[in-house]
């Protein structure tokens, strides 16, 4: 990740939240009802399970948390190496079925074998070339696989990025029919669904958020 200069900054930034990160009630997850929404919201969305998925930007593994007791291979994977660690540490229990590494989402992907779904949670935004990223993504999904986005927009594009310097392509988020046009001419369909629910967030939302599944042709 180069943008502009801002990888280093943005790694460091990561870094800094890891320890606090989960205290905000829909990072953390903190409670049962907010797990269960999740939980329903994910298994519906995927492919059944043993499917093999790659999480991008796991930050403490939460979600990944919640793909591996749904009963998933997972492979998790996150810039900042303190998030790792603390993601390492929430999913030790599922040793068997996920891996998490350190790793830049947006960077070319090592040829290997292709997976079921890619997954990422609030993470375009802080892509520097998401577009191109995306299209990455798409390349890692086997014929009728998907990806499974839940993002946002949860600010207007601010004159400079969150750490400084020129802003990112799209800084506080993306409307959920922007981030289609990227994807639909690289995938067979496109399903979005608004994502509103107090019990997912914990709090009422004055945003857009949404999970976009997009599939892969067979």
């Keep these: 990740m180069d943008g502009q200069g801002q990888g280093e900054r943005i790694r460091e930034f990561w870094d800094a939240y890891a320890q606090d990160y989960d205290s905000e009630p829909d990072h953390g997850l903190i409670s049962g009802t907010m797990r269960r929404a999740w939980r329903e919201l994910l298994s519906e969305a995927l492919p059944p399970p043993p499917a093999e998925l790659v999480e991008m930007g796991c930050g403490t593994g939460t979600i990944t948390e919640i793909l591996a007791d749904l009963g998933h291979l997972v492979t ?114 496109i399903e979005v669904t608004d994502l509103d629910s107090v019990d997912l967030w914990g709090r009422t939302l004055s945003d857009q958020r949404y999970l976009l599944v997009a599939h892969v042709a067979s």
């Design 76 to 189: 998790a994977s996150d810039l900042s190496p303190a998030m790792v660690r603390v993601a390492k540490a929430k999913t030790a229990r599922f040793a068997d079925r996920v891996t998490v590494r350190t790793g830049d989402a947006s960077a070319r992907a090592k040829p290997g074998p292709a997976v079921d779904a890619v997954v990422a949670r609030h993470l375009v935004w802080t892509l520097p070339n998401p577009e191109k990223t995306l299209r990455r993504w798409v390349s890692m999904v086997r014929p009728g696989g998907r990806l499974v986005l839940i993002e946002g927009q949860w600010g207007s594009r601010a004159p400079q990025s969150y750490v400084g310097g020129p802003p990112l392509r799209w800084e506080g988020g993306i409307r959920a029919e922007v981030l289609a046009a990227a994807l639909r001419p690289h995938v067979a369909r």
